[in-house]
């Protein structure tokens, strides 16, 4: 089983990226699909996640600037990122759960398989 990111970069602020999230080893069409992040100095924090059947959830600091999506065919999540902010600069990771909970959604410990990550800098 493995997830693997791609698409990160160095961008400017302001600037868009869309980073990618291929599965293989299992039925990617089952599980839910998260993306979370990691700056620097700090705990690994919940981006979006998506559901089997297209449901989404965002955090408050991406809503209206990233959108999550998915493509059952290819077995692999997008993550489209706009209107990128010095504070996004982080290493995006995604993952896989088989629960749609929202309560738990942001839950690092709920999610079964994980990506290595890749890395998004936002300068100027």
């Known amino acids: 089983v493995t997830l693997v990111e791609s698409g990160g970069g160095r961008v400017l602020p302001g600037g868009s990226l869309r980073l990618s999230c291929a599965a293989s080893?299992?039925?990617?069409?089952?599980?839910?699909v998260g993306w979370f992040r990691q700056a620097p100095g700090k705990d690994r924090e919940f981006v979006a996640a998506?559901?089997?059947?297209?449901?989404?959830r965002y955090a408050d600091s991406v809503k209206g600037r990233f959108t999550i999506s998915r493509d059952n065919v290819k077995n692999t999540v997008y993550l489209q990122v706009h209107s990128l902010k010095l504070e996004d600069t982080a290493v995006y990771y995604c993952?896989?759960?088989?629960?749609?909970?929202?309560?738990?959604?942001?839950?690092?410990?709920?999610?079964?398989?994980w990506g290595q990550g890749t890395q998004v800098t936002v300068s100027s």
């Open positions: 993952a896989a759960r088989q629960s749609w909970v929202i309560r738990t959604l942001h839950w690092l410990s709920e999610y079964d398989y």
């Open positions: 080893g299992f039925r990617y069409e089952d599980y839910v």
């Open positions: 998506i559901s089997w059947r297209g449901f989404t």
